[in-house]
């Protein structure tokens, strides 16, 4: 296999492992013994004070693999272990122009987006921020979500969420 076949096959495996991973921290870490750091990310826009959140810090808790990766994919004869940094880098950009550029719109890029795919993750995003409480939390993932999320929803199903 000549050595671009391998890096970007690295790159793309280190990429879609990064939504399970996504999924395994939202659910099992955020949710579970660091709720302080995530608990504000729950709250409504009108009670939080200032453009950060607690949550930010996973930000740079998320950068450490990536950032090892690429010292020592580029220090060591193992040249491929850079590229799982890449991919955990380029999912890290794709996870903040969704997540927080998107649909948190703590910037105001893509505020015209309105597609079959982009409506499902808004549900599902929605439907985990619809509770606010540690333990009482679905859909976890960002890019995954189940494909309840892109049905239409009846009248009776939005009046069920706004009851929660």
């Given amino acids: 296999m000549s050595n671009w076949l391998l890096y970007t096959l ?18 099992y870490i955020m949710h579970g013994f660091l709720w302080k750091w995530h608990e504000d990310h729950h709250l409504p826009r009108h009670h939080k004070t200032g453009f950060f959140e607690k949550n930010d810090r996973f930000f740079l808790v ?9 010292m020592f994919g580029s220090m060591t004869p193992h040249f491929w272990v850079f590229f799982i940094g890449v991919g955990i880098s380029l999912y890290g950009l794709t996870y903040f122009l969704i997540h927080d550029v998107y649909i948190h719109q703590r910037f105001t890029w893509f505020r015209q987006l309105d597609g079959w795919y982009s ?6 995003h929605g439907a985990h921020h619809a509770r606010t409480e540690k333990d009482s ?19 009776k199903q939005i009046s069920e969420i706004k009851e929660h």
């Fill in 119 to 124: 409506r499902g993750i808004l549900r599902a």
């Fill in 137 to 155: 939390g679905e859909s976890f993932g960002l890019l995954v979500v189940h494909p309840k999320y892109f049905k239409k929803r009846t009248r």
């Fill in 62 to 70: 998320f950068a450490i693999p990536s950032a090892f990766s690429y």
């Fill in 10 to 27: 690295v790159t793309v495996l280190a990429y879609v492992g990064m939504e399970f991973m996504a999924w395994f921290s939202h659910k």
